[in-house]
């Protein structure tokens, strides 16, 4: 008998330090649990993750990026408006971050938001990083869109000039030679 009662206090004992465990993790544990779960493209225990290190109120630092990191997975996911919001709230802590604005406006083409609108964000990120090559052939596309052909190849130009190989062939279709 006494042993008994003696594996069971010890079973509610074992049994508490681990909540007590769980509930004392760090928003920074969680984010980088969350960033783990991405990287083995586990969007949704990233989402899980990452909404827990908000959860907690963390510093701006981990609650910008854990804000980027649950709008990226959701986007991964087809989440496209709940991936908004995140880049909303993400820029709303950290406003000097050229990935988050690149996300921002892929994340609006996908929603059909107007060109000049994803243009907006895609200047932010390049404003933010003047390499940023990727940015420049999506705003080629997104000033195609809006019938601004002449400044849309200028931007595919440079995205290619900054090693973006895949804007070879839209220079041809759109702007003739590279």
Not at 39 to 59: M, T, V
Not at 101 to 111: C, E
């Amino acid at each position: 008998m006494i042993y008994r009662i003696k594996f069971i206090i010890i079973s509610s004992l074992l049994l508490f330090f681990q909540a007590i465990n769980l509930h004392s993790q760090t928003a920074r544990e969680f984010a980088v649990m969350a960033s783990e779960k991405m990287g083995e493209g586990d969007f949704e225990a990233a989402i899980n993750n990452f909404s827990n290190a908000i959860r907690l109120q963390p510093d701006y630092d981990i609650l910008y990026r854990a804000y980027f990191g649950r709008g990226y997975s959701k986007f991964q996911l087809g989440n496209y408006e709940g991936a908004k919001t995140d880049f909303d709230r993400s820029i709303r802590q950290y406003a000097n971050d050229a990935e988050v604005y690149f996300w921002r406006a892929y994340t609006k083409y996908k929603l059909n938001y107007s060109a000049s609108s994803e243009i907006a964000d895609y200047n932010r990120a390049i404003l933010l990083d003047p390499n940023y090559a990727e940015a420049y052939f999506n705003r080629g596309h997104a000033k195609i869109k809006n019938r601004q052909l002449r400044a849309a190849c200028s931007d595919l130009r440079k995205a290619y000039e900054l090693g973006y190989e895949e804007a070879e062939p839209h220079i041809r279709i759109h702007c003739g030679k590279p």
